[in-house]
């Protein structure tokens, strides 16, 4: 079974705050990718990652920033969060086709 | 970027009907892959399609890799209650950087018992 996680499912947090969303992985994979999620919008690709300490501009990477220390490990940082970046946030992984996702975390930024 | 159209955007059918859904684009992809999404959970893989003119099931699901290599479509037997949710495709094009893929915008499915 694939499995990946991340650090919460739901999250609420003020303007301006620093947030900090992670995602594990099992599947020792070398892509991992960071979306979000919005009625209407589709998903959309934030950032990802196609080794350690790699990281690539998705579609749309303003106001976000990532992390990959470890293979198994990617997270995404909002610098200061602001009200239009509550959305679904979707983690995914991959090998060289197929990507699986997690959970998501849905995020409200008040 | 480019673009996947999906269609239909939405469609509400009675439990036990036949439900059929496609995705196209002016561009030809290499892969084509179906996702379907719960309410509140992350899209999960139903379907991944190699070649054009490949037929693949999965249960009562049936996918097609359109021969143009422009489209595909997602075929659903005897639907039942469960079949609730969002389907996605996705698609590889030819020589995408670490294997990004492109998303359709879905099509939301409702079954009525």
């Known amino acids: 079974d694939v499995k990946v996680t991340q650090s919460s499912r739901y999250l609420v947090k003020r303007t301006g705050e620093k947030v900090f969303l992670e995602c594990v992985q099992d599947?020792?994979?070398?892509?991992m990718f960071w979306y979000r999620q919005d009625p209407g919008l589709g998903l959309r690709l934030i950032y990802f990652?196609?080794?350690?300490?790699?990281?690539e501009k998705g579609d749309i990477p303003e106001g976000y920033s990532v992390s990959r220390e470890k293979k198994e490990r990617f997270s995404l940082i909002l610098e200061s969060a602001s009200t239009n970046q509550t959305s679904m946030y979707l983690c995914?992984?991959?090998?060289?086709?197929?990507?699986?996702f997690g959970p998501g975390t849905r995020l409200t930024v008040t | 970027g480019q673009q996947l159209n999906q269609s239909p955007q939405s469609m509400f059918i009675q439990e036990g009907e036949d439900v059929s859904m496609n995705c196209t684009s002016s561009?030809?992809?290499?892969?084509w892959l179906w996702y379907k999404q719960d309410p509140g959970e992350g899209p999960v893989l139903l379907i991944a399609?190699?070649?054009?003119?490949e037929l693949t099931s999965n249960g009562r699901l049936t996918a097609q890799f359109g021969i143009t290599r422009k489209d595909s479509f997602l075929n659903i037997s005897a639907s039942i209650p469960s079949d609730v949710g969002i389907y996605f495709c996705a698609g590889q094009l030819p020589g995408a950087g670490s294997y990004q893929l492109t998303f359709g915008k879905g099509t939301k499915l409702s079954v009525i018992p």
């Open positions: 995914a992984h991959g090998g060289l086709v197929e990507q699986y």
């Open positions: 990652s196609y080794d350690v300490k790699m990281k």
């Open positions: 561009s030809i992809f290499n892969t």
């Open positions: 599947m020792d994979h070398e892509n």
């Open positions: 399609l190699y070649k054009a003119g």
